[in-house]
Each structure stands twice: as structure tokens, then as C-alpha cells.
């Protein structure tokens, strides 16, 4: 089992940046595949990005792409996500994912992901 902590988010202008830090606990993270999910008021919780367990796969949803990057440190059991040019459709609580797998790749659907953390509010004024 794995326990999840997000840190790292605030109120930021248009324009600007974030760094979300997700901290797990467990001997094993280098086995768990990743993933930041985002829930605005109103919707649904929806996929941002993953990475493979050993961070050498990635993949992003097309509203982010470009300008946001999800890393990894397995050495730390830590999984960033650097948030750039955020605009005001950022808003909402970002949510760290975990799921133990076998093999190298990326899950990208919220009933993949066995454990989730408490999430971190991030606000994006215009």
C-alpha cells in the first residue's frame, strides 16, 4: 500500500507557473505507475498526465500538452508536475495518482489508479 501527499499548489496569475509535488510513502515506488488527475467544481475528475514507473514513458492529455511535464525521482518517491503558462480552465484540485504495475507504461484512466491523494487546490485568475 501507498500513501500520497500533494504539495505545491496556490493561487497564480494567467501567465504563470506551478510546480505540484506529489510525496509517496513504501519501499516499492519505482514500481508504481503515476498519474496527475484534475477536477474542476461541477466535472467530472479528468486525466492531466502520466509516467511509467521507471519515468521513461509520459503522456499527456491535448489540453496540457506542451505546456505541462510530469517527472519523476524514484530515488525521493517523489512525482512532479511543472504547470507553465496556466491559464484560468487550469483552475481545480489536482489530484496524485498510484497504481503498482508490471512492466513499464502509462495509465491514463481514474478507475486504473488503486491510490489517490487528498489534493492540492490550484486557482489561475485571468
Known amino acids: 500500500q501507498v500513501q500520497l501527499v500533494e504539495s505545491g499548489g496556490g493561487l497564480v496569475q494567467a501567465g504563470g507557473s506551478l510546480r505540484l509535488s506529489c510525496a509517496a510513502s513504501?519501499?516499492?515506488?519505482?514500481?508504481?505507475?503515476m498519474g496527475w488527475f484534475r477536477q474542476a467544481p461541477g466535472k467530472e475528475r479528468e486525466f492531466v498526465a502520466a509516467?511509467?514507473?521507471?519515468?521513461?514513458?509520459?503522456y499527456y492529455a491535448h489540453s496540457v500538452k506542451g505546456r505541462f511535464t510530469i517527472s519523476r525521482d524514484n530515488a525521493k518517491n517523489i512525482v512532479y508536475l511543472q504547470m507553465n503558462s496556466l491559464k484560468p480552465e487550469d483552475t481545480a484540485v489536482y489530484y496524485c495518482?498510484?497504481?503498482?504495475?508490471?512492466?513499464?507504461?502509462?495509465?491514463?484512466?481514474?478507475?486504473?489508479?488503486?491510490?489517490w491523494g487528498q489534493g492540492t487546490q490550484v486557482t489561475v485568475s485571468s
Open positions: 509516467i511509467s514507473p521507471s519515468g521513461g514513458i509520459t
Open positions: 495518482a498510484a497504481d503498482p504495475i508490471w512492466g513499464d507504461y502509462v495509465l491514463m484512466r481514474v478507475d486504473a489508479y488503486d491510490y
Open positions: 513504501g519501499r516499492t515506488f519505482s514500481r508504481y505507475a
